[in-house]
Nanobody, 124 residues
Framework: QVQLVESGGGLVQAGDSLRVSCAASGRTFSSYGMGWFRQAPGKEREFVAAISWSGEITYYADSVKGRFTISRDNAKNTVYLQMNSLKPEDTAVYYC?????????????????WGQGTQVTVSS
């Protein structure tokens, strides 16, 4: 089993950068694909980015491609989401999730474990 704890959210202005982190417990973190999802008020949860167990393969939603970067440090059991050029529409609760297949996926139903989320608010 994996427990996930997100951190690093906050209030920023449009155009700013922010990095959110997700720390995982357990010795098998390096075998999981990891993903970031977000949910804005009144909207459904949506895919943001994913990374394979090795870090060699990444996926991004079109809305964040070129602005966000997902990465992982298996030695630290941590996955990161670097967010640049933030926009007000990026405002949401950001969740990390673990995919037991190791591949990472755009499909939230592939993920078995979820964190509690961290709030990111971008003011205009």
């Amino acid at each position: 089993q994996v427990q996930l704890v997100e951190s690093g959210g906050g209030l920023v202005q449009a155009g700013d950068s922010l990095r959110v982190s997700c720390a995982a417990s357990g010795r098998t973190f390096s075998s999981y694909g990891m993903g970031w999802f977000r949910q804005a008020p009144g909207k459904e949860r949506e895919f943001v980015a994913a990374i394979s167990w090795s870090g060699e393969i990444t996926y991004y939603a079109d809305s964040v491609k070129g602005r966000f970067t997902i990465s992982r440090d298996n030695a630290k059991n941590t996955v990161y989401l670097q967010m640049n050029s933030l926009k007000p529409e990026d405002t949401a609760v950001y969740y990390c999730a673990a995919d037991p297949s190791g591949r990472g996926s755009l499909n939230q139903f592939r993920y078995a474990y979820w964190g509690q989320g961290t709030q990111v608010t971008v003011s205009s």
